[in-house]
């Protein structure tokens, strides 16, 4: 059965669940192994992943990629300035046509709704590589991280600082699913989305909001941030003014809890939302987060074509 992942919740908490034990035995399973080797079962021999980028990427267009050939596929990689979408070809059009040709669809792109349509409109599964209201398949990713560093994620703690933007909101939304707390350290007016606020504290997850950045990261497991200016995002200076006190550096991580982690989706921009010593810290799983995006991304493919 073909399924949708646009969000978390498109998915719900036990097949999320699913998905990161999947990826953490498919890559302990690959340990030592060439990174272009294909899994021993090649679950997805023969099938095509059309990838449609309307946003610049390193990690998804790699991590995608790389998540398709060792899952035995391949992956098509469709910039849209040299589609057709690029001229003023309907996403429902688009989506007719790729269904014909592909077996999934990724879209990395600003406005949710567009994702939303090319999904409506699509035979065969569409999954959503960014967009500027969430970013569940960075969440997955994460998620895996933290359980690798040796934190459960019922009644985590986990810290956001800074920006409410589209990791915060699948953060939060990870929160409901999965049963843990999120306390968001940000200034008045870049609250993350009400309704992934609203729908996390209805499925039980705790979302704390905070304008006390000290207060958010007391005793977290986990402590997050992003850059403070999304991709394509306007009111650069003013906004970079008004996250200044939420930088992660030594003495905000010096009230968090042993052992506690610090992730960061990148790219980063060190010296602004995170500092050097942080980033390059003991705390730091950042690269092994960046990492993880293949591993739980091959899961989320798996899920999506209905082979999980």
């Not at 409506?120 to 359980?147: F, M, R, W």
Request: glycine fraction near 10%.
């Amino acid at each position: 059965m073909a399924r949708d992942f646009l969000s978390l919740s498109d998915a719900g908490g036990d097949a999320v669940a699913a998905m990161l034990n999947d990826a953490m035995d498919r890559k302990a399973a690959r340990c030592a192994w060439p990174k272009g080797r294909v899994d021993a079962d090649s679950p997805l021999s023969g099938h095509v992943l059309a990838m449609i980028f309307e946003k610049n990427s390193t990690r998804t267009r790699v991590s995608f990629d790389m998540a398709m050939r060792q899952l035995g596929g391949s992956a098509l990689i469709l910039e849209a300035g040299s589609t057709q979408i690029g001229r003023g070809e309907s996403i429902a059009d688009t989506a007719r046509v790729l269904s014909r040709m592909v077996d999934a669809i990724m879209l990395r792109t600003d406005d949710h709704a567009k994702i939303e349509e090319l999904a409506h409109y699509a035979e065969v599964p569409v999954i959503n590589g960014l967009t500027d209201l969430s970013h569940p398949c960075q969440i997955v990713a994460d998620l895996l991280t933290v359980i690798e560093r040796g934190h459960a994620l019922p009644g985590l703690q986990l810290a956001w600082l800074g920006d409410g933007n589209n990791v915060a909101n699948s953060l939060i939304e990870a929160a409901g699913l999965m049963k843990f707390t999120v306390r968001v350290g940000g200034p008045a007016g870049y609250e993350p989305d009400a309704g992934f606020i609203a729908r996390a504290r209805a499925a039980g997850g705790e979302v704390i909001l905070t304008r006390d950045a000290q207060e958010a990261v007391a005793g977290a497991h986990v402590v997050v941030t992003d850059t403070w200016v999304s991709m394509g995002q306007a009111g650069g200076e003013q906004h970079v003014a008004a996250m200044q006190p939420y930088q992660v550096n030594a003495a905000l991580m010096a009230k968090v809890a042993a052992g506690a982690t610090f992730l960061h989706c990148l790219p980063a921009h060190r010296g602004e939302e995170v500092t050097d010593e942080v980033m390059d810290g003991p705390a730091s799983a950042v690269w092994d987060e960046a990492e993880n995006r293949i591993h739980g991304q091959k899961s989320i493919l798996l899920w999506a074509l209905g082979k999980l």
